[in-house]
Nanobody
Framework: QVQLVESGGGVVQPGASLRLSCAASGRTFANFHTGWFRQAPGKERVFVASIAWTGGNPYYADSVKGRFTVSRDNAKNTVYLQMNSLKPDDTAVYYC?????????????????WGQGTQVTVSS
């Protein structure tokens, strides 16, 4: 078991930046591949980014590529999502998810562990 808690959301203007954090407890988080998903109002939850347990192999959805950066600090049991040049379309609840193993994982069903989400609102 691993427990995930997201933080860092808020209300910002277009063009601003935010850094989300996902703090883990329980099993050794360093062994877990971690993903970020988001769910906008009235829409399905979609993949945003993921990172291998080594800190390598970051993957991004096309909609955030070049603006978002995923990273992790296994010593702190924390994964980050740096979000720059935010747009109103980025408004959503952002979720952190984790699974054991290596590979490319962009589907919700591939992640058994989820946080409760943090709200990001981009509005002028």
């Amino acid at each position: 078991q691993v427990q995930l808690v997201e933080s860092g959301g808020g209300v910002v203007q277009p063009g601003a930046s935010l850094r989300l954090s996902c703090a883990a407890s329980g099993r050794t988080f360093a062994n877990f591949h971690t993903g970020w998903f988001r769910q906008a109002p009235g829409k399905e939850r979609v993949f945003v980014a993921s990172i291998a347990w080594t800190g390598g192999n970051p993957y991004y959805a096309d909609s955030v590529k070049g603006r978002f950066t995923v990273s992790r600090d296994n010593a702190k049991n924390t994964v980050y999502l740096q979000m720059n040049s935010l747009k109103p379309d980025d408004t959503a609840v952002y979720y952190c998810a984790a699974r054991y193993g290596t590979g490319y994982y962009a589907a919700q069903y591939q992640y058994p562990y989820w946080g409760q989400g943090t709200q990001v609102t981009v509005s002028s």
